[in-house]
């Protein structure tokens, strides 16, 4: 472990949280067009240490009367983990919840992808894990760039997502004795992650849409299939009062109002064309969110799986992921010798290069995901590349074959290896996997505070959507713990504390002014998209293929000065082309896929600009925020705490220009140090 050092955002026992925001100043910005705006707090309580800020809070905060919670109206955009647990919690709570999806079912929300499994310290081990511990990876896996009042509420809540959702049917995986089976992820160095095979995603959406479905059929949640946000409804003094819908199969606008918003709508991570997420998640709700004044932290955060499928074609439109519990029992290696296109196996074990065993001894192939990325995506740009396009590394499960048997291999993974085979064409018990980086999970979101809201009264957010938790680098399955976390027990207490002083307060007008100002914003956009006639017409496909490549280039793995600049100034020219030459066929009063993904293309060439805004600006490495410029002896990441120890909150300020917020980061029971994982 490095050793600790004394720093400004190291906690001491005089720290006054107060004095330390009111005396920080955030640095000025390189970046041509952004200026730096206010300092930010987190809202939490911080008269307690962050290890009990969560506890307090729950203890003090503002509740209202079973007899009265019909009163409130909750709209909950998104049925994923988040979004599902959250409107089936407050239903069954009392309060009349609205919740928005535009698949034809809440079950086809993208957590039911998830494969690898859900952390919790639980502490039925005898490896000493703790709810420290489990901060504490958090915390360092995501190099220091997430707050520790949200990791130990992440920790300290995690038994009961274990427990609760064995209770609702979730099928964890059992030991012969038939206790709870768990296994290990990257960034650890204990067992700690419940699973249901390789299927965790999907059972835990299983339950949860269960529990929404009994909530639906009580009468407490009223749910639309086929609406997707198209704006918010945002009064004059700046809180969020609904949202605007549109209904996929007929085009229709309408507007819904609510006392509370929740946005649980994903991650951004198709941004880049090619990712792991299924092709309809999107950043259309951040982003109209984003235009009505809340606040994007930290977009450039973007986690790259180092255990993808590599791309095998140009027509290929997305990627596919094996699970990083295959890191458990396969080794990742290069031939040693550049070029070597013999078989694998026929490359005899002294002429392989077991890299991340080689490099970080003390992790080995389990190290963060950002680092085995980096550490793959190097090994394949020097020259070590495997497969028909030298794009890939192996991943071998042939010493655990022969370990433990083929039998415990395939009752372990035998749906990644079947999903792998169908994929591929080749038996994975037989010859090493070929896995490759590819775009996976977007740590940044909606800067929230420590009770999840938004910049914007009213408007909470949610899940992958939201920033919390993962700072610059997500551990392997903290994600749909942290989901799981904040539908099933956070928003059902920081909903109510909002709404409790609101008692008394009439659901908001459908048809007031500002309602109908964002139902025209909504179809003027609509409108605009359609009416476009260029001379040179493409359609959305076109140009979001065009940004995914740039990003790729500019905002990937790797980062540099340069190409963040040129990523920047082609993505300008690529959004000047889209609004003058998009081609849409069809009408708005219909089911129309194209006119769908316009839209979210459109959003995509504002995110991806703003990523390479906040990639540049922030002049440092950390986590997966990798930059060429600032690089330790060894190559590692480098952060520089003395000048970025903080979130970056952007709102827009015009074309081309950007208001940088910052939320300084301290730390307490968790102190700065440098990431080793040697």
Same mark, same amino acid.
């Given at each position: 472990?490095s050793?600790?050092?004394?720093?400004?955002?190291? #906690?001491?026992?005089?720290?006054?949280?107060d004095?330390?925001? &009111?005396?920080?100043?955030?640095?000025?910005?390189?970046?041509d067009?952004?200026t730096?705006?206010?300092?930010l707090?987190?809202?939490?309580?911080?008269?307690?240490?962050?290890?009990h800020q969560? #506890?307090?809070a729950?203890e003090h905060?503002?509740?209202?009367s079973?007899?009265?919670?019909?009163?409130?109206?909750?709209?909950?955009?998104?049925?994923?983990?988040?979004?599902g647990?959250?409107?089936a919690?407050?239903?069954?709570?009392?309060y009349?919840?609205k919740v928005?999806?535009?698949?034809?079912?809440?079950?086809r929300?993208?957590?039911?992808?998830?494969?690898g499994?859900?952390?919790?310290?639980?502490?039925?081990?005898?490896?000493?894990?703790?709810?420290?511990?489990?901060?504490?990876?958090?915390?360092?896996?995501?190099?220091?760039?997430?707050?520790?009042?949200?990791?130990?509420r992440?920790?300290?809540e995690?038994?009961k997502?274990?427990?609760h959702?064995?209770?609702?049917?979730?099928?964890?995986?059992?030991?012969?004795?038939?206790?709870?089976?768990?296994r290990?992820?990257g960034?650890?160095?204990?067992?700690?992650?419940?699973?249901?095979?390789?299927q965790?995603g999907?059972q835990?959406?299983?339950?949860?849409?269960?529990?929404? %479905?009994?909530?639906?059929?009580?009468?407490?949640?009223?749910?639309f299939?086929?609406?997707?946000?198209?704006?918010?409804?945002?009064?004059?003094?700046?809180v969020c009062?609904?949202?605007?819908?549109?209904?996929?199969?007929?085009?229709?606008?309408?507007v819904?109002?609510?006392?509370a918003?929740?946005?649980?709508?994903?991650?951004?991570?198709?941004v880049?064309?090619?990712?792991?997420?299924?092709?309809n998640?999107n950043?259309?709700?951040?982003?109209?969110?984003?235009?009505?004044?809340? %606040?994007? &932290?930290?977009?450039?955060?973007?986690?790259?799986?180092p255990?993808?499928?590599?791309?095998?074609?140009?027509?290929q439109?997305?990627?596919?992921?094996m699970?990083?519990?295959?890191?458990?029992?396969?080794?990742?290696?290069?031939p040693k010798?550049?070029?070597?296109?013999?078989d694998?196996?026929?490359?005899?074990?002294?002429?392989?290069?077991?890299?991340l065993e080689?490099?970080?001894?003390?992790?080995?192939?389990l190290?963060?995901?950002?680092i085995?990325?980096?550490?793959?995506?190097?090994?394949i740009?020097?020259?070590?590349?495997?497969?028909?396009?030298?794009?890939s590394? %192996?991943?071998?499960?042939?010493?655990?074959?022969?370990?433990l048997?083929k039998?415990?291999?395939?009752?372990?993974?035998?749906?990644l290896?079947?999903?792998?085979?169908?994929?591929?064409?080749?038996?994975?018990?037989?010859?090493?996997?070929?896995?490759?980086?590819?775009?996976?999970?977007?740590?940044?979101?909606?800067?929230?505070?420590?009770?999840?809201?938004?910049?914007?009264?009213?408007?909470?957010?949610?899940?992958?959507?939201?920033?919390m938790?993962?700072?610059?680098?997500?551990?392997?399955?903290n994600?749909?713990?942290?989901?799981?976390?904040?539908?099933?027990?956070?928003?059902?207490?920081?909903?109510?504390?909002?709404?409790?002083?609101?008692?008394?307060?009439?659901?908001?007008?459908p048809?007031?002014?500002?309602?109908?100002?964002?139902l025209?914003?909504?179809?003027?956009?609509?409108?605009?998209?359609?009416?476009?006639?260029?001379?040179?017409?493409?359609?959305?496909? %076109?140009?979001?293929?065009?940004?995914?490549?740039?990003?790729y280039?500019?905002?990937?793995? &790797?980062?540099?000065v340069?190409?963040m600049?040129?990523?920047?100034?082609?993505?300008?020219?690529?959004?000047?082309?889209?609004?003058?030459?998009?081609r849409?066929?069809?009408?708005?009063?219909?089911?129309?896929?194209?006119l769908?993904?316009?839209?979210r293309?459109?959003?995509?060439?504002?995110?991806g600009?703003?990523?390479?805004?906040?990639?540049?600006?922030?002049?440092?490495?950390?986590?997966?925020?990798y930059?060429?410029d600032?690089?330790?002896?060894?190559g590692?990441?480098?952060?520089?705490?003395?000048?970025?120890?903080?979130?970056?909150?952007?709102?827009?300020?015009?074309?081309?220009?950007?208001?940088?917020?910052?939320?300084?980061?301290?730390?307490?029971?968790?102190?700065l140090m440098?990431?080793?994982?040697?």
């Open positions: 472990m050793e600790v050092t004394q720093h400004p955002h190291n #906690q001491t026992a005089d720290f006054n949280y004095e330390a925001v &009111a005396a920080f100043t955030a640095p000025e910005s390189s970046v067009g952004v730096v705006g206010k300092v707090k987190d809202n939490a309580p911080h008269d307690v240490s962050q290890e969560w #506890q307090w729950k905060f503002g509740m209202v079973p007899l009265n919670r019909r009163k409130f109206r909750v709209l909950i955009i998104g049925t994923g983990l988040a979004g647990a959250a409107a919690a407050l239903g069954e709570l009392g009349d919840v928005f999806t535009y698949h034809d079912s809440p079950r929300a993208h957590s039911i992808a998830a494969q499994g859900v952390n919790s310290s639980r502490g039925k081990k005898l490896d000493n894990d703790s709810t420290y511990l489990h901060t504490k990876d958090t915390v360092k896996g995501g190099d220091y760039r997430c707050r520790e009042n949200d990791c130990w992440l920790a300290m995690s038994p997502v274990i427990d959702m064995n209770a609702i049917g979730a099928p964890f995986s059992r030991e012969y004795g038939g206790t709870l089976a768990t290990s992820f960034g650890v160095q204990v067992s700690r992650t419940y699973y249901t095979r390789g965790t999907q835990l959406q299983l339950a949860t849409t269960s529990a929404l %479905y009994r909530q639906i059929g009580a009468g407490n949640v009223e749910i299939t086929h609406n997707e946000l198209v704006d918010l409804v945002v009064n004059d003094d700046g009062e609904g949202a605007v819908m549109r209904n996929l199969i007929t085009g229709e606008l309408k819904h109002t609510g006392h918003t929740v946005l649980a709508t994903g991650g951004y991570g198709n880049y064309h090619m990712s792991t997420l299924a092709k998640s950043a259309s709700a951040i982003m109209r969110a984003y235009d009505r004044g809340a %606040y994007l &932290a930290s977009p450039s955060f973007v986690q790259f799986h255990t993808g499928l590599p791309v095998n074609s140009d027509w439109s997305k990627t596919i992921l699970s990083e519990s295959l890191r458990n029992d396969g080794r990742i290696w290069t010798k550049k070029g070597d296109d013999r694998p196996k026929d490359i005899p074990e002294d002429e392989r290069d077991y890299f080689r490099r970080y001894p003390a992790f080995g192939n190290v963060p995901r950002d085995a990325s980096r550490a793959n995506a190097q090994q740009n020097a020259g070590y590349g495997v497969g028909p396009k030298k794009n590394v %192996y991943l071998d499960l042939g010493d655990a074959i022969n370990r048997g039998d415990t291999i395939r009752e372990r993974y035998g749906n290896i079947q999903m792998y085979e169908e994929a591929i064409g080749e038996n994975a018990y037989e010859t090493p996997m070929r896995i490759a980086p590819t775009c996976h999970y977007t740590m940044g979101g909606l800067w929230t505070d420590f009770n999840e809201m938004t910049s914007v009264p009213g408007l909470f957010c949610s899940g992958e959507s939201s920033w938790y993962h700072g610059a680098n997500r551990l392997g399955a994600s749909l713990l942290s989901s799981s976390v904040e539908g099933w027990f956070t928003l059902p207490f920081t909903v109510p504390n909002y709404l409790a002083p609101l008692l008394g307060t009439p659901v908001p007008d048809e007031s002014p500002q309602a109908k100002a964002a025209d914003r909504a179809q003027a956009r609509i409108d605009r998209l359609m009416n476009i006639r260029g001379d040179n017409p493409h359609g959305p496909e %076109y140009y979001h293929r065009q940004l995914g490549e740039i990003l280039f500019s905002c990937g793995v &790797a980062r540099n340069e190409d600049r040129d990523g920047i100034e082609k993505i300008r020219a690529l959004r000047k082309d889209f609004w003058e030459n998009l849409i066929p069809g009408g708005t009063d219909e089911m129309n896929q194209t769908e993904y316009a839209n293309v459109a959003d995509y060439l504002d995110l600009e703003l990523m390479c805004v906040d990639a540049l600006d922030r002049d440092e490495s950390c986590g997966a925020h930059r060429d600032h690089l330790s002896e060894d590692e990441a480098q952060r520089d705490d003395d000048n970025w120890c903080f979130v970056s909150a952007w709102q827009s300020d015009g074309e081309n220009r950007f208001i940088r917020h910052s939320e300084p980061l301290y730390f307490d029971r968790i102190p440098t990431r080793n994982y040697k």
